[in-house]
């Protein structure tokens, strides 16, 4: 790199790797796969963006993180300016610089990937959020207490985010969860080595340090309906309570025993810990053979969990083929290093058990690519007299999530489309029932963690206008 | 943290707790249930509200110790805390002036019929309170029982005490000498196989029959389906949909086995805990 300014940058064409544990390794622990950039790394990587005027790759960012700008800083080894670059549009960014689906978001309109690689936006975004968690957190500004209440039910990202920026404006905020720990998916569903539990409950933590009370043990719709926190003097109520219900494939066999639901699977792995049984109470039991249903991020998640539990061989069993697999691109590839097998074109009909009732093998039908469908994928179909039998000790159904009815069914007036999500504004996240917003999962699917915290912005946003209204 | 504020031993191994947990006791109805965590490496089970008291904002359970957590749980005294305890779960009992009910309680499974024997006869029905054990020494709450229905029928499996026998002689009794069509419903709340026999017994009368299934559970809001079970050939889920069903649609085969699947490692956790190095003695 040259000195004068002026000078056109020399390109770098290549990402900083990211160091990683050793793959055969790896597939036996649970420690984080990724180990981070080194600061060293992070500057270099920084350094590689172009300062793009027209800031293309913040226009892929849901939130619109300021990337040139942090990047800049970072590049000049300034990390605190750098972090609270980020922190002013993105509320957990150990969070997403590890689990956000870059290569669809911002880096997919970096200027660099265009011959490229593009800059490690991510990585570099990870390497600032968990510097400031090793040295100390700077907590942001809190406006004069408003005495206002407001209740947010759920505490995945969606409702940590609303919490976050309703108390820096002043509200006296409750996060209500239903489970015994507060981060959602990011506690119960993404594995441990994706996503460290610690650094979840340490952003947690700074949340609470804002003033915020996190209700845990606290399922909204039982102890208290959304009416009832309402007339119990909460002003405004937001709702991110996630896609968390099961799907199952509704063929034979499905009640087995050793047939979980990837959450039921993850659960127990994550929230509660069983691949430290018996130090943990909660077992998990796991056969020689997996066989994992769906061909998602959830169902990567799940393969590579079951080999770290110790399956011998875990498989991915996907209707669609490779190009198909709605996984993100990394996950796909770090489950083939990781030696999880993939089935594909392949679905099952039906489960056989033995006398005990448990599973013992899979009938499978083998399936072509026929004509694209409405979503633009080519649809399976399955090829006649192709039935085969796979063993199997254990599957795990990952086929996706829909939104828990608990909530929408006990809310008085509250708008619900066909699939059970609740119906609100893009723009606001308003809802049919006046105090009461909704974003992330629960209004639009099983999206993205950052999806969800933009839903949670929104929201936080709108209760502010709504009350700042209602009091004039 | 949810505190211990009394503690009553029925037996060696069947044991009843008070426990804080105002926002609970607050909003909770017969056929309810809570689940416990004991500490950052317990897991969580499922225990049914047996009594709630609104104005000291405590729940009572009633357990029995069948393993890991149930024993290190009655190990505990008074004045100590419980790291969660959420609810209430689950749908409340289906409650109205049906006429006649029998309320079947066998085992420990007398703690949560009497919150719904007590709610029904509040609602203007007769309630046949009919509780039994395998032993006397297992027996509990017999006047609370005989407070809470219209009439009580006692029974132990060995004859130690009241009348030898089982609950379903008594239902088959009722049903011969009273009549079957002044019987509007039967409830059975037990350990599988005693519900499991009352409802074959009540099939030959036709008397519709509810149960409460004991399921296993993770998180008990519906998010992981580890409850499911097959009514009328389709699944629902304990936890929510539940856990009282009609007895006569269960498929039980399928609910007794899954409730087995993890026997090998309940056993190894309860081995565990009395090689456990901190010095207390295995109670943890
Ligand atoms: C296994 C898995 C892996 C994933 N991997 C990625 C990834 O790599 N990158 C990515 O961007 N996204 C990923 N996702 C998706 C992402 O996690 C979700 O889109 C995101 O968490 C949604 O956030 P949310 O706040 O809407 O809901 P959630 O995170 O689902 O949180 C909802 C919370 O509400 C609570 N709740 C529900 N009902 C009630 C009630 N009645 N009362 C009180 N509390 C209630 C729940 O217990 C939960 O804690 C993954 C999802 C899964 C399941
Ligand atoms: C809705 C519901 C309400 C319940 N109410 C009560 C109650 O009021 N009093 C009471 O004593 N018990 C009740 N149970 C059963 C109680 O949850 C189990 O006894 C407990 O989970 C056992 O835990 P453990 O660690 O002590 O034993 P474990 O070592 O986990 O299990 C020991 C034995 O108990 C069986 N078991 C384990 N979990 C359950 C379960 N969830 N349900 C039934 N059997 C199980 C196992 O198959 C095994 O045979 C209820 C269960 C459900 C689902
Ligand atoms: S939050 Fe996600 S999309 Fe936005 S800049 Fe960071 S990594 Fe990229
Ligand atoms: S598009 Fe890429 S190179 Fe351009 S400013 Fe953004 S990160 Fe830097
Ligand atoms: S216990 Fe998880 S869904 Fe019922």
Redesign the interface.
């Known amino acids: 790199m040259t000195d004068t300014p002026k000078q056109k940058k020399q390109i770098v064409p290549n990402k900083a790797p990211m160091p990683a544990q050793d793959p055969a390794v790896r597939a036996k622990n649970f420690s984080e796969v990724a180990t981070g950039y080194t600061r060293e790394t992070a500057v270099a990587e920084a350094q590689r963006c172009l300062q793009c005027k027209k800031e293309p790759c913040r226009q892929g960012c849901p939130v619109e993180v300021d990337i040139p700008s942090f990047l800049k800083m970072a590049a000049e080894g300034d990390f605190a300016g750098a972090i609270a670059k980020i922190k002013e549009k993105n509320a957990l960014p150990a969070v997403c610089g590890r689990v956000c689906p870059q290569e669809n978001q911002c880096e997919k309109y970096c200027t660099l990937g265009k011959k490229h690689e593009p800059v490690g936006i991510g990585r570099v975004e990870r390497f600032c959020a968990d510097l400031e968690l090793e040295t100390g957190v700077k907590l942001p500004e809190v406006a004069p207490p408003t005495g206002i209440k407001v209740a947010v039910v759920g505490s995945g990202p969606a409702g940590l985010t609303c919490a976050s920026d309703l108390a820096k404006l002043g509200y006296k905020v409750t996060v209500f969860e239903?489970?015994?720990v507060a981060g959602g998916v990011l506690m119960?569903g993404i594995p441990e080595f994706r996503l460290p539990k610690a650094v979840v409950q340490a952003e947690v933590q700074n949340l609470k340090k804002l003033g915020v009370d996190i209700d845990?043990?606290?399922?909204v719709g039982?102890?208290?309906t959304v009416d009832e926190l309402m007339e119990a003097g909460f002003d405004a109520v937001f709702i991110g309570t996630g896609a968390?219900?099961?799907y199952?494939m509704k063929i034979p066999g499905?009640?087995l025993?050793?047939v979980?639901?990837a959450?039921?699977f993850l659960?127990?792995t994550n929230l509660?810990?069983a691949y430290k049984?018996?130090?943990?109470?909660?077992?998990i039991?796991i056969g020689a053979k997996v066989a994992v249903l769906g061909g998602g991020n959830v169902a990567m998640d799940a393969a590579r969990t079951a080999l770290r539990l110790g399956a011998e061989e875990s498989w991915i069993v996907y209707r669609r083929s490779d190009k198909e697999l709605p996984a993100r691109h990394e996950e796909v590839e770090h489950a083939h290093e990781e030696g999880v097998k993939f089935a594909l074109l392949t679905s099952p009909t039906r489960i056989n058990g033995d006398d005990?009732?448990?599973v013992k093998s899979m009938e499978c039908l083998k399936y072509e690519l026929g004509e694209p469908d409405a979503s633009g994928r080519r649809s399976p179909v399955a090829i006649k007299g192709s039935e085969y039998i796979m063993e199997v000790d254990t599957v795990v159904v990952a086929i996706g999530q829909g939104p828990?009815?608990?909530v929408p069914r006990t809310t008085k007036g509250l708008e619900i489309n066909k699939k059970g999500n609740i119906v609100a504004s893009v723009e606001t996240g308003a809802t049919s029932k006046p105090g009461v917003y909704a974003g992330g999962d629960v209004v639009t699917g099983a999206a993205t963690v950052i999806m969800a915290m933009g839903a949670g912005k929104i929201g936080a946003r709108s209760i502010h206008e709504y009350l700042q209204s209602k009091k004039a | 943290m949810y505190k211990i504020v009394r503690k009553e031993v029925f037996s060696q191994i069947i044991k009843l707790m008070d426990i804080e947990a105002p926002?609970?006791a607050?909003?909770c109805q017969a056929g309810q249930f809570i689940i416990l965590?004991i500490d950052e490496?317990?897991?969580?089970i499922p225990l049914t509200i047996a009594d709630f008291d609104r104005e000291k904002g405590t729940i009572t359970i009633v357990f029995q110790e069948v393993g890991?957590?149930t024993e290190q749980l009655g190990a505990m005294e008074e004045g100590q805390f419980i790291?969660?305890?959420?609810?209430?779960?689950g749908e409340p009992s289906h409650i109205e002036k049906f006429g006649t009910v029998l309320v079947v309680g066998g085992g420990v499974g007398i703690a949560p019929v009497h919150p719904i024997a007590k709610a029904l006869k509040e609602a203007g029905n007769h309630v046949v309170g009919i509780i039994g054990s395998r032993t006397k020494e297992l027996l509990f709450w017999e006047d609370k029982m005989r407070a809470a229905c219209t009439e009580l029928h006692v029974t132990t499996d060995d004859g130690s005490y009241a009348r030898k026998g089982f609950g379903t002689d008594v239902i088959k009794e009722i049903a011969e000498t009273r009549g079957k069509e002044n019987i509007a419903l039967v409830i059975a709340i037990g350990p599988q196989p005693m519900m499991k026999a009352c409802c074959n017994v009540t099939r030959e009368y036709g008397l519709k029959t509810v149960v409460s299934l004991n399921a296993l559970m993770?998180?008990g809001?519906?998010?992981?389906?580890?409850c499911?079970?097959?009514v009328d050939g389709q699944?629902k889920f304990v936890c929510?949909d539940g856990p009282e069903f009609d007895g006569h649609q269960v498929d039980w085969?399928?609910l007794s086995?899954?409730g087995?699947?993890?026997r090998?490692?309940?056993q190894?956790?309860k081995e565990?805990k009395h090689t456990c190095k901190c010095g207390c003695g295995g109670g943890k």
């Not at chain 1, 845990?216 to 399922?219: I, L, Q, W, Y």
């Not at chain 2, 809001?221 to 580890?226: D, E, H, K």
Request: hydrophobic content about 25%; charged content about 30%; overall charge positive.
């Open positions: 239903a489970l015994h119960y845990v043990n606290s399922v039982k102890f208290s968390g219900l099961p199952f499905e009640n025993c050793g979980y639901s959450n039921e659960t127990r509660m810990k049984f018996p130090d943990y109470d909660t077992p039991k005990s009732g448990v828990n009815p608990l | 926002k609970v607050k909003s965590r490496e317990g897991e969580r890991k957590t790291q969660d305890f959420v609810g209430p779960l993770v998180d809001t519906g998010m992981c389906g580890c499911r079970v097959s699944t929510v085969a399928e086995k899954r087995a699947y993890f090998e490692e309940e190894r956790s565990k």
